[in-house]
């Protein structure tokens, strides 16, 4: 299978996770089946990606700028991290859920901090702190 297809089977399947994420927000077995499904469909993705073309040399690579560079050269490995961005920013999303449920944050609230995670990982979830921190006036609490 091409390094393309898998790019767009792999983002099909975490959009699903998104949907489930921002518009089912009273399925409450839905952590579940996006990490045991999804989530874990798109590790066993990476890991054979990564697996299938490692090279005892990769882990010189990740110290210099210029050499993981080099490794995003290779369209198996973009794709390999594309699928590392899709899974993590996925759990982080599902975070959020969870965090939100446990602290009475509106699920209405997240929309926009899951839409930033989903586009912009990090960002969303910097916003979603935010949020958190606004609504119950602590920074460090229960997770």
């Known amino acids: 299978m091409s390094a393309s297809s898998i790019f767009q089977i792999c983002s099909a399947i975490a959009s699903l996770g998104w949907v489930i994420l921002i518009f089912?927000?009273?399925?409450?077995?839905?952590?579940?089946?996006?990490?045991?499904?999804?989530?874990t469909l798109l590790g066993i993705i990476y890991s054979w990606m990564i697996w299938s073309?490692?090279?005892?040399?990769?882990?010189?690579?990740?110290g210099k700028l210029e050499s993981v560079m080099q490794l995003f050269q290779n369209e198996k490995m973009v794709t390999a991290g594309w699928v590392h961005y899709l899974a993590f920013d996925l759990?982080?999303?599902?975070?959020?859920?969870?965090?939100?449920?446990?602290?009475?944050?509106?699920?209405?609230?997240?929309?926009?901090?899951?839409?930033?995670?989903f586009v912009f990982g990090p960002f969303g979830l910097l916003l979603y702190l935010m949020v958190r921190f606004i609504i119950i006036r602590k920074y460090f609490v229960e997770n």
């Open 24 to 39: 089912f927000p009273k399925w409450y077995s839905a952590d579940k089946f996006i990490i045991g499904i999804i989530i």
């Open 53 to 62: 073309s490692f090279n005892m040399s990769i882990f010189q690579k990740f």
């Open 91 to 117: 759990m982080a999303g599902v975070f959020i859920r969870k965090n939100a449920m446990l602290h009475g944050i509106s699920h209405w609230l997240l929309v926009i901090p899951l839409f930033f995670t």
